[in-house]
């Protein structure tokens, strides 16, 4: 068995077939399992290295594994007694501007190249990396077409990829039918644009749904000169960035209030160094009161050719503002929910080490701009009969769920307007806060986190997560009814004595017929859901310090208490819900050693499919797992394909598989296809004739021409 430090992530593309390595392989399984995952950048696997070839420091050492190209994974269970998998590199036209200007390239030694900066890939003039690694969305248009997949990422437009030979296809919209994040001003190359990585697909009306929108708080603290100019600092304006830091952390601002003193900072350093360093630093500083950037969101809607969309607006008419991000959304019958989900898209996830290799700078900087997430999630609901073409907005109605969340799913029907909500509530954590290289483990100060765990995420949660079944008036918004349960898995303090399932880190979750082209469940009745226990090595003193406030304000469990859960260790836990009774009706408690990653329910195939309740659990579920050997736990990680059978956690993996060459980082959201085929539509989007357009927007004739011929060199070939 071949094992790999936890954050490694390999980049090679496969082809074979996995060997089973404990259990028998069920005779029932069929179909494909598709799963995304991040895979490093074109300079190097996951992690990024601390130095370059060279020996000089790689300035995108301390990334978080988030930030890579997507590999898509394919699991070909249609051969009986065999399990074949197949994997590929997403390759968008971004990719091919990276690949281009890679480590060791003349374009990247003269500083035309993207670098990973936390949660984005970006450059001044190239713009912001579609990394297309997130989730898979099916979609038809026809009932005799075949399932079609779109591949989503929450900083770029969804792309169709063809299930067979896995390569993209063509992007979802035209540069111009898409909301751009920056302004046009900065004339970038593959302009940021906001989307959600959770399309969603109705297979009864054929629509396909997305969101769009603008961040204002993102435009402004990602000023071009913040980036440009700091960068490039003297030793005077590191002890001017230390001063800087000490005096906003001595003060209570909200976040306009220090985007605002962010961006004064570059000119007043500017100034200071003009004019000897006559000014003195506090006399500068005030909150001028300068309107944001206006904020949009957009509703999307395909169908296979001209992209309509329709800006969402509430009760008021004013547009709807986002201030984290809107990772999910889903539809019923009547109704589309969008969410303001608790996975944070702010400065502080905009880098890894800003200064280089100075820790105190790195860390100063991060306490200024980090927050924590919204304790609550605000929501939004457009009927879909409101979404009529010639019209330019849609007014939505907001509820509140009353904890936080990034995932949630929807029964189809709406009966008599109620709309039903299930959500994976993970208490007082951001999804995409990660393990720095500075970072110490709250468990022990003195501690720095194992080089296997820097740039993971920082999972561990500061309160016990809850899942809720919500029903929600889809007229007024009114919160009908309201079901949340949790569970620490032992009674009292003994957590030595683990009596029963738990639901400490809430992660994904699957369910029959979850993404069909086919059908939607009417009722969901059975959900499976990932909880990642508590672990000392994933909670970091920086995250524990900045959660404590916020479990005293929101938390069910003392800090303290957490901090002691932590340093004892849960493992992590994979449950069966009965949506109808909101118990956890059966589960399988993972070892110490496995470490449970993603997870999709796939149907058994029968001849005469089962009806009634005993369908929704009659399946496998099919999860990733890293496992590392138990008798030696600091090992490494082998990666393994566990087969539960769905109606039988608790009995265990009734299979196990592996090879020696599975070696993935982070793997995310998953999908079942029973059948797979070319896709059948004739859409496509013209390459050269959509980043013309994009660049004839350029104010800069040099520049435009320039970046025209980087592309007629290194990006349009590969779409002739």
């Not at 281009?100 to 190239?126: C, E, I, V």
């Not at 396909?208 to 000169?225: C, D, F, G, P, R």
């Not at 993996?653 to 020696?660: E, F, M, N, T």
Request: net charge negative.
């Amino acid at each position: 068995m071949q094992y790999y430090p936890l954050n490694f992530g390999s980049r090679e593309e496969l082809d074979l077939e996995l060997e089973v390595i404990d259990g028998r392989l069920p005779t029932d399984l069929g179909g494909y399992l598709f799963v995304n995952s991040v895979a490093g950048t074109v300079n190097y696997a996951t992690p990024p290295p601390e130095n370059w070839p060279d020996g000089s420091p790689c300035d995108e050492y301390g990334a978080t594994v988030l930030n890579g190209d997507g590999l898509l994974y394919r699991f070909d269970f249609s051969e009986r007694a065999k399990v074949k998998l197949k994997s590929k590199i997403l390759k968008t036209a971004c990719y091919y501007a990276d690949a281009a200007t890679r480590y060791g390239t003349d374009y990247y030694s003269n500083g035309l190249h993207f670098a990973s900066k936390g949660l984005s890939r970006t450059h001044n003039d190239l713009g912001t990396r579609n990394q297309v690694n997130t989730a898979i969305v099916p979609f038809r248009f026809r009932p005799e077409d075949p399932t079609h997949l779109s591949v989503t990422f929450d900083a770029g437009r969804p792309h169709v990829i063809d299930p067979v030979s896995m390569e993209i296809v063509t992007p979802i919209g035209k540069q111009p039918e898409w909301l751009q994040n920056f302004p046009d001003e900065m004339q970038q190359v593959f302009p940021m644009i906001y989307a959600t990585a959770h399309p969603c697909f109705d297979p009864y009306t054929f629509d396909y749904y997305a969101v769009n929108y603008q961040k204002s708080l993102v435009n402004l603290i990602t000023n071009i000169e913040w980036d440009r100019r700091l960068m490039k600092a003297a030793n005077f304006v590191l002890t001017e960035l230390e001063n800087f830091a000490n005096w906003i952390l001595g003060k209570q601002l909200s976040p306009g209030d220090l985007v605002d003193a962010i961006r004064e900072f570059v000119p007043f350093l500017n100034d200071k160094h003009v004019t000897n360093h006559k000014k003195e630093f506090s006399d500068h500083y005030t909150i001028p009161n300068t309107p944001p950037v206006t904020s949009e969101l957009r509703l999307v809607h395909w169908k296979g050719g001209k992209m309509n969309s329709w800006t969402v607006v509430d009760a008021d008419g004013l547009n709807i503002s986002i201030s984290q991000t809107m990772h999910q959304m889903d539809l019923t019958e009547d109704y589309i929910v969008l969410s303001d989900s608790t996975l944070k898209f702010a400065m502080d996830m905009l880098m890894s080490l800003p200064f280089g290799h100075n820790d105190r700078l790195n860390s100063l900087l991060r306490r200024i701009t980090t927050h924590t997430i919204s304790p609550t999630t605000k929501c939004y609901i457009v009927r879909r009969a409101d979404l009529t073409e010639g019209k330019k907005e849609v007014q939505a109605v907001r509820f509140e769920l009353p904890h936080e969340t990034i995932h949630f799913s929807l029964d189809y029907l709406n009966p008599e307007g109620r709309i039903t909500l299930y959500a994976g509530h993970n208490s007082a954590i951001c999804g995409g806060e990660w393990v720095r290289p500075y970072d110490r483990l709250a468990v022990d100060p003195e501690q720095s986190p194992a080089p296997g765990r820097i740039g993971t995420m920082a999972t561990s949660v500061m309160d016990i997560s809850r899942v809720g079944k919500h029903v929600i008036n889809g007229v007024d918004g009114e919160l009908l009814e309201s079901q949340v349960i949790h569970h620490k898995g032992f009674g009292d303090d003994r957590i030595a004595e683990l009596t029963g399932p738990h639901t400490w880190g809430a992660g994904l979750s699957t369910f029959r017929e979850q993404y069909s082209v086919a059908e939607r469940p009417a009722r969901i009745r059975q959900i499976y859901q990932q909880f990642d226990g508590l672990d000392a090595d994933a909670l970091t003193q920086f995250i524990y310090q900045l959660y404590k406030s916020y479990n005293e304000k929101y938390g069910l469990i003392p800090a303290n208490k957490i901090l002691e859960y932590h340093r004892f260790g849960i493992p992590g836990c994979l449950c069966r819900i009965d949506t109808e009774t909101m118990e956890l009706a059966d589960y399988y408690l993972a070892g110490p050693h496995e470490n449970l990653q993603s997870l999709q329910f796939v149907p058994r195939q029968r001849v005469d499919p089962l009806e009634g309740p005993e369908r929704d659990t009659d399946g496998y579920i099919a999860a990733l797992f890293m496992v590392a050997d138990p008798e030696d736990l600091d090992s490494g990680y082998s990666r393994q394909l566990y087969l539960f059978d769905a109606a039988k956690l608790a009995a265990g993996p009734v299979c196990k598989l592996s090879h020696d060459k599975l070696a993935w980082s982070l793997t995310i959201h998953s999908l079942f296809c029973a059948e797979i085929a070319p896709p059948s539509m004739n859409y496509r989007v013209d390459i050269p004739e959509d980043y013309d357009w994009v660049l004839s927007r350029f104010v800069d004739e040099t520049k435009r021409n320039r970046m025209r011929d980087f592309l007629n060199r290194e990006v349009y070939p590969h779409y002739r």
